[in-house]
């Protein structure tokens, strides 16, 4: 995974911001919205000012009660409370709007981003990790938009125009209470500084949790045939407990900024609440006065404790956002720059690799010189020790990995100037892992080619031979099968993944060990059906068990990146070398 330097919390907004640029105009509306709130909220205290004077001048002078006016004021005010909350619900669900889209546009980028990674990328990284990033941490955000931004956004309105009306009302009064503010915001700052350190350990412990829950589950039956639960446990203990750990500290931490808050704002309140009642017995200022401004600093006590509290959670969308901008700036494939196109309908499968050179890391290279050529029609079987290079040459086939240099062709035609959408759709692949999604069985045959019908789907599975096993199923190609298979067995699994092969109708087909999760007579059928499927189409094969490959047309045999042999079974065993000698040693020829 590339490494990234951390983002500041500034960044990351700007960085986010992105996502809304084509939404100004409901930006504008928000903003609009929350200035005319808070001009109406902070507006409400002066018509309360005018009602307390008028009693308090009716007390005084002796006179009576001026009920008109009172109810004037009164009308106002409620008038004035009702605007206030409409602007704010129309702020609020619009602020909700706007962060669940730029949701939706993240977890796009994150689809597109998964599509165009490399597959060295996804072969280095941790699935759970990575779907942390994708779930979780994409959960997390939308939560700190979805409630804390918003409130954030209002209160934030609300001091300024607090603040504002405060000035208004008394200067002096004013400066008092800025003196408290500051320090106010100092203690807001240096616990976020904090924090975000904390919350950003935090999501980076999580990831690591789901991703040994991710390896321990899907290798359960391993974890329990290896009596390896004690030492999983024992790692689940150990990342849970870092986890909590940061999680305590974190919120410890964040939770501190409330309780210091209030104190800093009720120190101001006391020295406002003297100042005042010294102004007003001087003369220079109304009991009405002092009671709207007593009410403002009480007001902007609360959206700025209620901004303390939302920040800690927008803190940890920050930190869950941070990880996910930090995954989409991994490096993507580079990108294709197509000269040639192939016209899959005359693809006949010549294929040539010619001196190609290839390493996972440049400074230790696994191919160093090799060429091959495969005529159309021609069954290559690769074998060889594990470690060998099988499965890398039919990755760089298919571009799924780039070669450092040489030129690999197909029907005479360099593949890097092909698009790899292109030079792809002229393979079909049955792998040794079978890979189903959740959905019916008519879905993943069809998968293999687009706007499959029912009769393409059936036939597929007819030379599949797993037709029979199907209709038997309650609801036969209707049936509906999870992920984890648990409805079919391995073989039956391997079957299907066949049957979609079949219906795309490649070109080339590439079989990694596909008969190696059948059982022997099943193995036979599908062989049939498979030599079947192989007529007129150029196929590779890498075998392991030796048998299932005696009537290739070429046997490559590849050892530590290099082609040592090229030939039929005859003409190799006739050579009596390392073919020879392996499939001699085996124990199923």
């Not at 919350?199 to 009596?227: A, C, M, P, T």
């Not at 006949?348 to 696994?366: K, S, T």
């Not at 890979?435 to 599975?461: C, H, M, Q």
Request: hydrophobic fraction near 45%.
């Amino acid at each position: 995974m590339k490494k990234t330097r951390k983002l500041t919390f500034k960044e990351v907004l700007m960085q986010l911001e992105k996502y809304l640029r084509n939404e100004r105009h409901l930006l504008i509306m928000v903003g609009f919205s929350l200035v005319m709130s808070t001009i109406f909220t902070i507006l409400a205290p002066i018509y309360t000012k005018n009602i307390t004077n008028s009693l308090a001048d009716s007390v005084a002078q002796g006179a009576d009660v001026n009920f008109p006016f009172i109810g004037r004021q009164i009308i106002i005010l409620v008038v004035l409370y009702f605007l206030s909350a409409g602007f704010t619900f129309y702020a609020t669900r619009k602020t909700s709007f706007l962060s669940q889209l730029m949701i939706k546009r993240l977890r796009e980028d994150i689809q597109d981003k998964l599509n165009r990674l490399p597959l060295n990328y996804l072969d280095s990284c941790e699935r759970g990790d990575l779907l942390s990033r994708v779930t979780n941490d994409c959960s997390t955000l939308s939560g700190a938009l979805e409630g804390n931004a918003t409130q954030i956004l209002v209160q934030g309105t609300t001091i300024i125009g607090i603040i504002v009306m405060m000035f208004v009302l008394s200067v002096k009064l004013s400066l008092i209470f800025l003196v408290v503010l500051p320090l106010s915001f100092l203690i807001l700052q240096m616990i976020t500084k904090k924090t975000q350190v904390l919350f950003r350990r935090q999501q980076r412990e999580l990831g690591d949790l789901n991703g040994l829950i991710e390896e321990v589950y899907s290798g359960h039956l391993i974890v329990k045939s290896f009596n390896y639960e004690e030492e999983a446990s024992d790692r689940f203990e150990d990342i849970n407990k870092r986890f909590f750990t940061s999680y305590l500290r974190s919120r410890f931490f964040s939770g501190l900024t409330t309780p210091l808050m209030k104190l800093v704002n009720n120190l101001g309140y006391i020295a406002i609440c003297v100042a005042g009642g010294i102004f007003v017995v001087k003369g220079s200022f109304t009991i009405g006065g002092i009671q709207a401004f007593l009410i403002y600093a009480n007001d902007i006590a609360s959206p700025i404790a209620s901004i303390s509290n939302n920040f800690n959670n927008i803190q940890a969308g920050a930190a869950a956002a941070e990880r996910i901008l930090d995954f989409l700036k991994n490096d993507e494939e580079l990108p294709d720059h197509p000269i040639q196109e192939l016209d899959s309908s005359n693809i006949e499968g010549n294929i040539e690799f010619a001196h190609v050179e290839f390493g996972y890391v440049p400074e230790r290279m696994l191919f160093h010189d090799v060429s091959l050529k495969a005529s159309p029609g021609q069954v290559m079987a690769v074998v060889g020790p594990s470690g060998a290079g099988k499965t890398t040459l039919v990755n760089l086939l298919m571009r799924f990995y780039e070669i450092n240099s040489g030129v690999i062709s197909l029907e005479n035609k360099n593949i890097q100037e092909l698009s790899r959408n292109n030079l792809r759709s002229a393979f079909g692949m049955v792998l040794q892992d079978t890979w189903l999604f959740d959905g019916t069985i008519a879905e993943n045959i069809a998968y293999g080619k687009t706007g499959a019908s029912r009769e393409d789907v059936i036939r597929a599975a007819k030379k599949a031979q797993c037709h029979d096993f199907i209709k038997k199923l309650p609801l036969g190609y209707d049936t509906i099968i999870g992920g984890d298979f648990t409805s079919l067995s391995e073989g039956e699994c391997q079957l299907l993944a066949i049957a979609r092969t079949i219906i795309a109708d490649p070109a080339v087909l590439i079989l990694d060990e596909a008969t190696s999760s059948v059982d022997t007579r099943t193995e036979l059928l599908i062989t049939k059906a498979m030599e079947e499927m192989m007529k007129g189409k150029t196929t590779f094969i890498i075998a392991h068990r030796l048998f299932t490959i005696k009537n290739a047309d070429q046997i490559i045999f590849m050892m530590d990146g290099d082609i040592k042999e090229v030939g039929s079974h005859d003409e190799l065993m006739a050579q009596d070398g390392l073919y020879a000698n392996l499939y001699l040693s085996a124990s199923d020829h």
